[in-house]
């Protein structure tokens, strides 16, 4: 890319965006970070597309001339993804935000890429349907199909690599293609659409994605206990999971996370360690889980179970879980979460996660520990100020402890998150060999490297 193929792209995608088309540093500097840790890049100009048609515009112009594209919506990701390393365009998908077909009978729904999950359920909510992947961010189902998001629900409804039937997609030449069928299975090709879901917008622009939609349940529970140790709290979630209950969520909390949650949200939890968890399905049957839990709880040194069916209750607690995130600051002001996350097979979670609790509590940094355990995935958060070397140095070090253990205990370093830019540089350790395939890939499909260059696809 040279700067007067660069200049020249622009103007003449401005000539078809007009005012869509921004390069002011306000709105460039809003696309040039996300949630994550690392520093703002700023992209040459940011284009709002609202048609398929128009991003395979952008994408054959950018292609054409070698220039980046980095596609973007809700911003909500955590390890850097749609940061343009490289400058070039930042393709706003945010306008791409109509719900094209539900079809209540097949329990599908086909949208495109700037939906996020609670328009869809908000769209959806008098049909008796829900979508259930929930990251906690009201994401955009382009960019939870890219990242292969999870969330709360997945020990239930799984992430979303079982939730997404079909996409359409802009490929790096700009053509438009389509993956997948509406239908629960098919042997037919190379299965195009699980490529694309968790490739972080390196090989393509999702630009539609047809999705499962589950019947709501009859009753919803959520329930509340306190643990005595940190132990016998992960161990009561594994001993559950062995037993083959189905909760629908099932979140650990350690003390330091709780009393966050206190001060932010308002709540009187009991600071120890604690699990929230939520039921599905008819009146009898959910208590029937939420006692056998209670059971499983109390000779696990759980105490104080208290459950609830009522809205305005559920809707409080996960709205505390959600914003664990939002409450760091009342920890330690003006910090910034060095957030990342681990899976590991179910039997090893409660080493996992004993040991990276010890890890912080041999340390100088303030952390907490969340998690997903139902499924074996748990976030670490390390609450620095990223200006001071030391303390930067010491939650990368501390990561990076986490990220080895959790890959000698045969699981991953990433079970959520994904790669971005901040895990990059541990693909090759836990994949081997196998990056070598995903470069060629990378490499086959977007010979130029304008996809989001610097991330997947191209490790050395």
């Known amino acids: 890319m040279t700067e007067p193929s660069l200049q020249s792209t622009i103007d003449a995608l401005r000539l078809h965006f007009g005012d869509r088309l921004s390069t002011t540093e306000a709105v460039r500097e809003h696309h040039g970070h996300d949630m994550s840790r690392q520093p703002t890049r700023l992209p040459d100009a940011v284009v709002y597309a609202e048609s398929e048609d128009e991003v395979a515009r952008v994408v054959s112009a950018c292609f054409e001339a070698g220039i980046p594209v980095t596609p973007f919506a809700a911003g909500s990701s955590m390890e850097g993804h749609t940061i343009p390393l490289k400058g070039g365009i930042s393709l706003d998908l945010t306008r791409m935000n109509r719900i094209v077909q539900v079809n209540h009978e097949d329990f599908d729904a086909q949208v495109q890429a700037g939906v996020t999950r609670k328009q869809l359920n908000a769209h959806i909510r008098d049909t008796g349907l829900f979508f259930p992947v929930d990251p906690g961010a009201d994401a955009s189902l382009g960019g939870m199909a890219s990242t292969r998001a999870s969330g709360t629900t997945a020990v239930r409804y799984g992430t979303m690599r079982e939730n997404v039937l079909a996409l359409r997609v802009v490929t790096p030449q700009g053509k438009i293609i389509s993956t997948g069928r509406r239908t629960k299975k098919s042997s037919t090709g190379y299965d195009l659409t699980k490529l694309f879901v968790g490739a972080e917008g390196t090989l393509g622009v999702i630009t539609e994605v047809t999705v499962r939609l589950h019947p ?245």
């Not at 699990?275 to 008819?282: A, I, M, N």
């Not at 952390?367 to 976030?379: L, Q, T």
């Not at 402890?401 to 990433?414: E, K, N, V």
């Not at 994949?431 to 395939?437: E, K, N, Q, R, Y």
């Open 216 to 460: 709501i349940p009859e009753t919803i529970a959520s329930a509340v206990c306190a643990f005595e140790t940190m132990r016998g709290a992960v161990e009561a979630v594994v001993a559950t999971i062995q037993s083959g209950i189905p909760v629908a969520r099932i979140e650990f909390l350690d003390e330091v996370a709780v009393e966050a949650a206190n001060r932010h949200a308002g709540l009187t939890l009991k600071l120890a360690p604690t699990l929230f968890l939520e039921f599905h399905g008819s009146p009898r049957w959910v208590e029937e889980q939420s006692n056998t839990v209670a059971e499983i709880a109390a000779d696990l040194g759980g105490s104080d179970f208290q459950w609830s069916t009522r809205t305005e209750d559920r809707e409080r607690l996960w709205k505390a879980r959600h914003e664990t995130i939002y409450s760091n600051q009342t920890l330690r002001p003006g910090c910034k979460a060095f957030t990342t996350d681990v899976c590991v097979p179910i039997s090893r979670l409660a080493e996992a996660v004993l040991a990276a609790r010890e890890d912080i509590d041999n340390s100088f940094v303030i952390g907490k520990i969340i998690g997903h355990v139902g499924d074996g995935n748990f976030h670490v958060g390390y609450l620095i100020k990223p200006e001071i070397p030391e303390e930067l140095a010491e939650a990368e070090r501390l990561a990076e402890r986490l990220y080895q253990r959790a890959i000698d205990m045969g699981g991953t370093f990433s079970g959520e998150h994904g790669i971005g830019i901040s895990k990059l540089k541990y693909l090759r350790r836990e994949h081997g060999d196998a990056v070598d395939m995903m470069n060629a890939i990378k490499a086959a499909l977007d010979p130029k490297g304008i996809m989001n260059p610097g991330k997947l696809g191209q490790v050395e």
